[in-house]
């Protein structure tokens, strides 16, 4: 199993990186809130995990170690393959995943694209028992107090490195746009990315 890769990040895509490692380009699929941290020229490292199959090896990238073991564990639901585990992780934060399993919250995990009301049924009734187990090694545990899910910063800034930005460049625009997106909270509207990427863009254009 390739555990992790460091390297010069030779491309950044919205879905995936290139990592020179010993001379190899390693292509790497991971979120647009993973891959926002990396900089092209830059040394980057990921967590790894590596999907076999008949007719493919598929590498899958993280911020860290926890993300990668919550990734595996997701697959272990009947049903969860990579890309839906992946896109997990690209909506909800890991602490939030776990407090959504471990309590039953049908309606967190139906956020996900590609996860209905069953599908969220069956993530909790497989995993239930599995994700205590996996929170003792982590720090904190589902009891700790868990960030809100901010589903737009990702998709934002996975925009925004697709546009060409650098990481650092797209989540200092995701922050300066963040007022607009805490005020249509506030007053119970939903976040649109459309409006807040156009934004985004005029501040960097500054």
């Known amino acids: 199993m390739i555990a992790s890769v460091t390297g010069m ?5 919205t879905s995936s990186t290139v990592i020179e490692v010993g001379g190899v ?3 790497v699929h991971a979120a647009p809130g ?3 941290r990396l900089s092209v020229g830059q040394v980057g490292s990921l967590s790894t995990s590596l999907v076999v199959r008949e007719d493919s090896l598929t590498l899958y990238g993280f911020a860290d170690d926890e993300e990668r073991s919550l990734f595996e564990l997701l697959q272990s639901a009947n049903g969860v393959g990579p890309k839906v585990a992946q896109a997990v992780l690209a909506t909800l934060p890991p602490r939030e995943v776990r407090r959504a399993i471990a309590t039953g919250d049908h309606v967190a995990l139906t956020q996900v694209p590609g996860i209905g009301k069953k599908g ?3 993530l909790v009734i497989d ?3 599995k994700i205590g187990l996996l929170a003792d090694n982590s720090a904190g545990g589902i009891d700790s107090p868990v960030a809100p899910a901010a589903p737009w910063r990702d998709q934002l800034v996975g925009a925004l ?3 060409g930005w650098s990481g650092k460049e797209a989540e200092d625009a995701a922050e300066a746009v963040a007022p607009q997106a805490d005020e249509a909270l506030a007053e119970g509207r ?3 990315v459309a409006p807040l990427l156009r ?3 005029r501040s960097l254009s500054k």
């Open 9 to 13: 990040v030779r491309s950044l895509g």
């Open 25 to 27: 380009g390693m292509l």
């Open 34 to 36: 993973t891959l926002a």
């Open 120 to 122: 969220a049924e069956r």
């Open 127 to 129: 995993l239930k028992d």
């Open 161 to 163: 490195v697709g546009l």
């Open 190 to 192: 939903p976040v649109e």
């Open 199 to 201: 934004a985004a863009l």
